[in-house]
């Protein structure tokens, strides 16, 4: 190989060659290390120069670096710290710093935000396209082996966002957007279906059609906190709404003529409940009426009574005093009693006729005894 010297004393090759065969690797290590100083002292460029740029894109390279681990959370939202892929601490509202990738990784969640999940349809895009049914989810057997297409809304949001990062590998879900690894993709809508159905498989069609609705809903809620708790899926279901619940399309004009029957009869105990708030507390009312005419009755009848037989304890009280004048005076009585509105007179073997004076006050002319001629 031929070299020569350039100006500035630097041994250049004059002519390619092939690289020797066998030759130790640290003698290409040290020919890669004379090429880098080669161009480092190239001619009006300093070493020190050199040196002074490369370190300070270095600088330059390491404060942009540096400036990208700063971030923002805000109100709604936490971000979750990894380093190295170990989860570190949470962080709540406000301007933070850590790690920048590849050494450190951070998740910014909205954790207040209430999410929505359908089952058993797809809304429009544009919110104004009718809705997409979507039969193998929407589709499963009532308790009296009745098939039923039933559609549900889920509203849920995220309760541990540690457990909703961490804790379940989830294949996500793309008419949502939902990304791999949220477990709000494929498991919350599998959660979503493996309740329904089972609640739906426990209850006969018309529990699902019309009366039990409201419960149906329920038990849905309680089977799918029971099952996202039991994933550590992070999730708290808040809301759970039936949709549409439909028989199927060809049997639906008779399901449809049972549900206006329930309804006629609705109707019809509604009004029968409202006569009866009318009419009962009428006819209470005249019963208190008749029961206090009774009492009064009963109240004068005793008082009479009661007089009567303290009238007659009075005479017989005068009739132990004086037993001929007790006598005389209730045979008069009653004779005036017998006898009203006729003139009466008493004849007496010592007094003649002597006159009947009415009890009543009444001033009759009597005949006297000197007319009558006396009598016995």
Do not use: C
């Amino acid at each position: 190989m031929e070299t020569a010297k350039d100006d500035s004393g630097v041994v250049k090759d004059l002519k390619m060659y092939r690289p020797p065969q066998n030759e130790e690797p640290n003698v290409q290590f040290e020919e890669i290390i004379n090429r880098l100083r080669t161009s480092f002292n190239t001619p009006g460029l300093g070493g020190g120069g050199a040196a002074l740029i490369v370190g300070g894109i270095f600088l330059l390279s390491l404060f942009i670096w540096l400036a990208t681990g700063f971030y923002t959370v805000g109100p709604d939202q936490q971000a979750a710290l990894r380093t190295f892929g170990e989860f570190q601490r949470f962080e709540s509202e406000g301007l933070h710093w850590h790690y920048p990738a590849p050494i450190g990784t951070r998740n910014v969640v909205s954790v207040t935000t209430t999410r929505q999940l359908e089952v058993g349809f797809r809304s429009g895009e544009d919110g104004n396209s009718a809705p997409r049914s979507v039969p193998n989810e929407a589709l499963m057997i009532t308790g009296d082996e009745n098939i039923v297409d039933v559609q549900v809304v889920v509203q849920y949001r995220i309760s541990s966002l540690r457990d909703f990062l961490f804790s379940v590998d989830d294949p996500g879900d793309g008419d949502r957007g939902i990304s791999s690894g949220q477990p709000d993709g494929t498991t919350l809508r599998d959660i979503t279906e493996t309740a329904v159905r089972q609640v739906v498989g426990a209850r006969n069609i018309d529990d699902v059609l019309t009366t039990e609705k409201e419960q149906v809903q329920t038990d849905i809620l309680l089977k799918m906190t029971e099952l996202a708790g039991f994933y550590r899926t992070g999730i708290e279901i808040q809301n759970v709404l039936l949709q549409n619940v439909n028989p199927p399309q060809q049997v639906q004009a008779a399901f449809e003529d049972v549900v206006r029957a329930r309804e006629d009869r609705e109707t019809t105990i509604n009004l029968a409940q409202a006569y009866e708030a009318a009419r009962i507390p009428q006819a209470e009312g005249e019963a208190a009426k008749i029961v206090e005419e009774a009492q009064a009755f009963k109240d004068g009848r005793i008082a009479k009574a009661q007089g009567e037989a303290d009238g007659f304890l009075a005479i017989l009280e005068g009739y132990r005093d004086s037993p001929d004048v007790t006598r005389r005076r209730l045979y008069l009585e009653a004779m005036e009693e017998i006898l009203p509105g006729i003139d009466k007179f008493i004849l007496s073997s010592e007094n003649g006729v002597l006159p009947f004076l009415p009890l009543d006050g009444s001033n009759t002319n009597l005949p006297s005894p000197a007319t009558t001629g006396g009598g016995t």
